[in-house]
């Protein structure tokens, strides 16, 4: 805003007014002042807002409906008038500006053109077209793009245009000898063929804008770039972590897989604290709970992203200790015969209920909630003042309960817990109890609980784990055996609760130190805690202290066999009415099976159902045929899915980028080779990959939907058709039975197909059906209904123990055996 925007009049009589605009570089200001005498009242000082003297002082066409409130002061009194309102609606000039588009840069020297044609209005001479390049900074080799970048050139008869690209990275055309007309064209070739190449590896697109100064008209040019990066210079990224799994707070060491030698690294940890930038960093993880961890890996020429969702697992839990070495209680002759000395003047202690039997309350902090040791020699223990003193011959030890310092979550149960007892016939000197309690299971656990539950018979399959307790001893005997209690929210893993594999039971388990063996203990529902919504399981682990787990289980995993009465028909179709026989027996069939044992299901056909039509998936490589778009592909059938991800080599047989993937059913009959014997069947699914010989590097992922009639502790193993041997062979797969799905790591294409491992089924007793009623019972019998089912069943039941009396009088006499043996060490011991 200048002078030359301003016009003043006035009808003032005896005062002449004059303009002028001042302006600190950021607030304008229009004086106006008068001069030869008053201005009085009731006349007028008139301003006008213009732009008719053009050039710099022009309205700009672009400003669109607008509105400026002014008000005017008066320097004598201060009064102000009511706001002012300029309106602006300003109508830019005629000519215009069209571009054509250009094709991609692809090498460091190559070039693409924006060709500018005037419409309408000419440009004329000495009038100027703008074009801001400042994002073509980032591909130029040199960081900046100059003026070395840009040839010009015209159509024009009587203009010359040139053009330079100043500090501020916009690009000026000027036009001499003459006025540009309607139809010719400024050619602008932004090139890397001078002294400043592209940058090796740049690609992009950037949206640049040419102007004219004249009037403001615009008119836009896609500017694209690809050029490879050099050889072994384009990124994919990739890392590993270790540990993945452990309890928060917890340092986690990251590792650099990436491949085409970054330079820079930016790691997103996933918890919300800031990145990291080095090669192999650490990261702490302060709270629980699972993160996904990212990697962007980069050069000067290239960048990739590797995303690990849910890698990182920081698991709610702690480490607590147990200490046998008690304030107040001396241990003489360790290693024995040992003296117990009790000082109840430091340790509350007392002789209950009799000389023979010490009880120690210990302090919290040592972690053990009660202490008992007998004295069962004939002699017992002696007390002299607050010294209590003898000879053990047994040591009951009990731990308080022990869970994480901030407790559980609210779906295992805040208030639950883990404690152990045992007994020894000695006192553990100087002994010391290390529990790690975790909420949750680590993979390595998992992974052997899988093997523990697979090896039951029938197959069990984890539901969940709900917590595990890992006990290091010091000084401690490795093999004493050790009583488990371990409580859980009652609702949590219950029957309501859907999950695959049914109704699961809770079970506690065993891993040993060694980890090479482990069990499912017998476990007892010991009592439920109605006030906190807690169960509380009891077992008994016979070869001592270890890793311990509370797992839901489907299928029966109970050493002691939990059987169930299955009863598979209780009206045959061909015989609607099934009256009851004259000794009140239903007419059933039934099996005695181990609980949760599924019907065996008909073994998978051996040939698909016609054959389905090929699918096939474009792939998005750049030109060294890394994946830059993550593909997945899902046969027609919706059986199997291939899944590639960003960063990954893929390429055909002749080592050039692969443009697209195919899968295709294929039915038993055109499977190539013999189809391999042993443990393993074909279980109906195979497709071949293409095209042919395409390899992936890192590998990519298959994955099998397990068929329908999959039962409990099936395996499955991917196999592809080797060609070069003829020959069918395996590819590392797993089967993950909660979802249901097969997966396995492809490095090259091929047939694939799914095989299933044949199960051993567990024990089934058959129960003889009752008799068929004679051919002239009455034909039109009533129904059997609920109550008479039932009523059927439990005479049924009367019968079997009333025929086998023998058997169950000879378990009547070992029980009654057992118990007065029982009674009769009972009061040897007191």
């Known amino acids: 805003m200048t002078d030359a925007n301003v016009e003043v009049h006035d009808d003032a ?132 793009l100059t003026s070395a970048n840009v040839v010009i050139s015209d159509s024009a008869a009587a203009a010359t245009w040139a053009g330079f690209v100043d500090a501020d990275s916009t690009l000026t055309l000027t036009s001499d000898d003459g006025d540009t007309t309607a139809g010719e064209t400024v050619t602008v070739t932004f090139t890397g063929a001078g002294p400043d190449p592209w940058k090796a590896g740049a690609t992009g697109n950037k949206l640049l804008t040419a102007w004219r100064k004249d009037n403001y008209a615009t008119a836009d040019f896609d500017f694209g770039i690809n050029i490879p990066p050099p050889s072994g210079y384009t990124v994919a990224a990739d890392f590993t972590g270790s540990p993945t799994t452990e309890i928060a707070p917890y340092t986690v060491t990251f590792t650099d897989k990436s491949r085409g030698r970054p330079t820079m690294w930016d790691w997103d940890w996933g918890d919300g604290t800031d990145h990291g930038t080095t090669k192999n960093p650490s990261h702490i993880y302060s709270d629980a709970g699972t993160y996904t961890v990212r990697l962007t890996a980069s050069n000067d020429y290239s960048s990739a992203t590797k995303t690990r969702y849910q890698y990182i697992t920081a698991l709610n839990g702690g480490v607590i200790q147990t200490y046998t070495a008690i304030e107040g209680l001396t241990i003489t002759n360790c290693g024995g015969p040992q003296t117990v000395t009790v000082d109840t003047s430091v340790v509350p202690a007392d002789l209950i209920p009799s000389k023979f039997v010490l009880e120690i309350q210990p302090a919290a902090d040592n972690g053990l909630k009660n202490i008992t040791i007998y004295a069962q020699n004939g002699i017992g223990f002696t007390r002299t003042g607050n010294l209590i003193t003898g000879s053990p011959t047994r040591v009951h030890l009990e731990s308080a309960d022990i869970a994480p310092p901030a407790g559980f979550s609210e779906t295992t149960g805040r208030m639950s817990s883990f404690s152990f007892s045992t007994d020894l016939p000695s006192y553990p000197c100087n002994a010391i109890l290390s529990t790690t309690i975790r909420e949750g299971i680590i993979p390595e656990h998992e992974t052997k609980l899988q093997k523990i539950a697979a090896g039951q018979t029938p197959v069990a399959v984890p539901v969940g784990t709900a917590y595990t307790a890992t006990i290091t001893k010091t000084n401690f005997p490795s093999s004493a055996p050790v009583t488990l209690r371990m409580s859980v929210n009652s609702s949590w893993k219950t029957a309501d609760e859907p999950h695959s594999g049914g109704q699961g039971t809770i079970f506690l388990w065993r891993i040993a130190d060694d980890g090479n063996s482990g069990q499912i203990l017998p476990t007892d529902l010991e009592a439920t805690d109605l006030v906190n919504n807690l169960d509380f399981y009891e077992a008994d682990s016979p070869l001592g202290m270890s890793t311990f787990g509370l797992s839901s289980l489907s299928g029966n995993n109970n050493p002691f066999q939990l059987i169930t009465l299955t009863v598979s028909s209780y009206i045959q179709s061909q015989n609607p009415a099934m009256p009851e026989s004259d000794a009140g027996d239903m007419q059933v069939t039934a099996a005695v099976t181990a609980a949760a044992n599924p019907t065996a299901a008909p073994e998978p056909a051996l040939a698909l159902q016609g054959m389905a039509e090929s699918t096939t998936a474009k792939l998005y490589t750049n030109a060294e045929g890394v994946v830059t778009q993550a593909t997945t592909l899902t046969s027609a059938d919706g059986f199997v899915t291939i899944l590639v991800g960003t960063g990954i080599s893929a390429k055909d047989k002749q080592g050039k980028p692969l443009a697209s993937i195919t899968v295709t059913p294929v039915t038993v009959g055109n499977l190539p080779g013999t189809l391999p014997g042993g443990a393993f069947t074909f279980a109906g699914r195979a497709y071949e990959l293409q095209p042919d010989y395409a390899v992936f590097s890192p590998d990519i992922s298959l994955v099998f939907t397990a068929p329908p009639d999959t039962r409990f502790g099936q395996d499955f193993s991917i196999k592809f058709y080797d060609g070069a041997t003829g020959t069918w062979k395996d590819i590392p797969s797993r089967y993950d039975p909660s979802a249901g799905t097969i997966t396995g790591q492809v490095p090259h294409f091929s047939t694939f197909a799914l095989f299933s491992k044949t199960i051993t089924e567990g024990p089934s007793f058959a129960v003889t059906n009752a008799p068929v009623q004679p051919a002239d019972m009455p034909a039109a019998a009533v129904p059997p209904t609920a109550m008479s089912i039932a009523a059927g069943m439990l005479r049924w039941i009367a019968r079997l123990l009333t025929e086998n009396m023998l058997i169950i009088a000879v378990v009547i006499l070992l029980a009654g055996g057992f118990l007065l043996y029982e009674w009769k060490q009972r009061r040897l011991w007191k």
Request: proline share 5%; aromatic share 8%.
């Open 13 to 144: 009589g005896d005062a002449d007014w004059t303009r002028q605009v001042e302006s600190d570089g950021t607030t304008f200001i229009l004086y106006l002042t008068s001069a030869g005498g008053a201005t009085h009242a009731g006349e007028s000082v008139t301003v006008t807002f213009t732009g008719a003297a053009g050039g710099n002082s022009a309205w700009k066409y672009d400003t669109g409906d607008a509105e400026v409130y002014l008000a005017a002061t008066r320097s004598d009194t201060l009064e102000t008038s009511d706001s002012i309102i300029l309106l602006f609606s300003v109508t830019p000039g005629p000519g215009g500006l069209t571009t054509e588009p250009g094709t991609p840069v692809t090498t460091t020297d190559g070039a693409t053109s924006m060709v500018i044609t005037v419409t309408d209005e000419p440009v004329l001479q000495h009038d100027l077209i703008y074009i801001p390049v400042w994002d073509l900074n980032e591909y130029a080799g040199g960081g900046i």
